[in-house]
């Protein structure tokens, strides 16, 4: 039982990690049908932010706000150079445009930085671990789990009361007639790249936060996975992105938890095995957006 | 009367090859009420959306008041005074009725101007003021389209422009629309309005353009328009 505790608080963690990134993908997708995968590099440029903030003596309490700065402005710089010129051409265009953006940064950061993979100072603090009820649980799992909720509720608060919220939902359902309503295009996209890069400095911190290291090509992974939580939730639905995030850190971490040892060289083709089964029955996702007529102009 | 609101002047709007509006021009004056008419594929839908920036124009001007908005961004329009009801409806169906008629305000500034254009519009559509916290997805069809002109009327425009306001409605709710049209009109909206409904729109008109493929086929006053009776066999596709 008390096994059974621990991972599901892991699950949780990990979940709430894959939540966050799932969020950051499906904000901008669901306003401008790009799905981004240089998400991941925003991840990757927060945590060498905290590495170098590390490297200069900065202390972790102030190198986490200008990680997540430097993840927001990323993302904004990477809509205003690389995605505006193809806003409104096909999503096939928009895809290739994203992973040409992301291999051009992992490229830089091989040559200007390290190919090899760099340590980032954590302090003691959240690499220690706590008792809770006869549970040993790490710190960072609780921080994980803590932050998540913080994001989502201050997410959820900025898009139902602020004008500017129920405009990017405007915006997501009828882009073009948010438009007439006077709601500005490139306020908009450019608000929701700065969200999706805010939401991926927060899951960059979590995840350096478990490794305490950085490297080129450290947002790919997660940020498949959160493609899949995406699409397991039902791609540009925001909910169904938070949904699908911790379905499939619950799926992880149970497989990796509970299936018998012989099983466990199959964990990931068992894991997608589920997610296609839930997709079999639910072919829009477990929560669909709303609107996916909506016409991009 | 001065110089007219709108003018169109040899609007030209084209999908790649295909011309869907070739050289049109027409004036929408202070004060009126004016149809667009014509079959499907005419091209009212086109120069709607060509007015409002929704679509490229090729060639051509289009001059409200004072302002050379060919090819304007569509967002610089509610400021200007002019905001469009798009074919449809076309409501934010996943946000509630308050949250659709705030984001009709969304330039708006002043708190006074902000609270007289609630009072106005839940005055003209008390069922909107009943309905506020419901999703706009969940309304009927009819106030669908109250949501969608009284969004459009949130920024208190000189200029309304309607597309299809009855499309897909009983004619009961069409009257009701088409009643309400008329009052927004005495009040001082001047309204462009595109119809398949020929007879409905040709009764509130001041005047009406005939559009078929593409060009002006005939325009004048709706009265007059209303009783050459070989219109509907001409140019709107058989009666």
Known sequence: MDLFLQQTVNAFALGGTYALLALGLAVVFSIMGLINFAHGELMTIAGYTLMYCGLAGISFVFAVPLALLASMLAAVLMERIAFRPVRNSSGATMLVTSFAVAMILQVLFQNFISVRSQAVNIPDVISGSILIGGMVIGTNKLLAIVSTIVMLVLLDRFLSKQKYGIAMRAAAEDFAVARLMGIRANTVIAGAFAISGLLAGVAAILWVSQRASVDPLMGFTPVLKAFIAAILGGLGSLRGAVAGGFLLGFIEIYLAAFLPAELQEFRDPIGLGIVVLVLVMRPNGLLPAASLKAEKV | MGQPLLQVRSLDVRYGAVQAVDGINFDVEQGEIVALLGANGAGKSSTLNALVGLVPTFSGE??????????????????????????????????????????????????????????????????????????????????????????????????????????????????????????????????????????????????????????????????????????????????
Do not use: C
């Not at chain 2, 009701?176 to 927004?184: D, G, P, R, S």
């Open chain 2, 62 to 239: 289009v001059i409200f008041e004072d302002n050379n908005i060919t090819n304007i961004r569509p967002e610089m329009l509610p400021g200007l005074g002019m905001t469009l009801s798009p074919e449809g409806r076309r409501v934010f169906g996943t946000l509630s009725v308050a949250e659709n008629l705030q984001m009709g305000a969304f330039g708006l500034r002043d708190p006074n101007e902000i609270a007289a254009a609630w009072d106005r519009v839940f005055d003209l559509f008390p069922i909107l003021a009943e309905r506020r916290n419901q999703f706009a997805g969940t309304l009927s069809g009819g106030q669908q389209q109250m949501l969608a002109v009284g969004r459009a009327l949130m920024s208190n425009p000189k200029m309304l422009l309607l597309d299809e306001p009855s499309l897909g409605l009983a004619p009961k709710i069409i009257e009701q629309i088409f009643e309400l049209i008329k009052t927004l009109n005495d009040q001082g909206v001047t309204i462009l309005v595109v119809e398949q409904n020929v007879s409905m729109a040709l009764d509130i008109a001041h005047r009406a353009y005939v559009l078929a493929n593409g060009t002006v086929a005939t325009s004048g006053a709706a009265e007059e328009l209303a009783e050459s009776s070989n219109l509907q066999n001409a140019y709107l596709g058989g009666a």
